[in-house]
């Protein structure tokens, strides 16, 4: 990078995704928060996220919102994931966190290119509990 931190995939403007009916929403660069963070999984960033029309009954905003989360939830936990991985289920890439709320969640997502995510799922799950040391006697 060139020391200029809006330079990059990362950078405020973002991208707009033309298939009908989706919206590319940029993240913007690191200074700015949730839903405008760059994310990563595995220390590949990415600077924007594929959300569906609201109105697409099959769309992954819809989907989210079926689990009680919203797109800003979603956002939050992926501009500071707890945990990276992938889906045991589906073996795509996953991040794990806390919504504003506190509710611990992961989102499933699907990388589009080098700078794109389309989320595909998140939803409520248990938080891992923290393994106590213990010390032998």
Same mark, same amino acid.
């Given at each position: 990078m060139n020391g200029d931190p809006t330079a990059g995939p990362c950078s405020p403007e973002g991208v707009t995704d033309h298939t009908p009916g989706r919206q590319t929403r940029g993240t913007g660069d690191a200074q700015r928060g949730p839903g405008g963070t760059c %994310?990563?999984?595995?220390?590949? %960033?990415? =600077? =924007? /996220? /594929?959300? +569906? +029309?609201e109105a697409d009954p099959l769309g992954n905003v819809q989907h989210i919102a079926e689990h009680d989360l =919203? *797109?800003? +939830? *979603?956002?939050? *936990?992926l501009a500071s994931p707890v945990s990276e991985g992938h889906s045991t289920s589906t073996g795509l890439p996953a991040v794990w966190g806390h919504v504003p709320d506190g509710r611990f969640v992961i989102v499933v997502y699907d990388e589009v290119d080098a700078d794109t995510v389309r989320v595909i799922t998140a939803y409520e799950v248990p938080e891992p509990r923290r393994r106590s040391k213990r010390t032998k006697n």
């Open positions: %994310f990563g999984h595995g220390g590949m %960033f990415h =600077s =924007s /996220i /594929i959300w +569906d +029309d =919203s *797109v800003a +939830d *979603v956002e939050a *936990v």
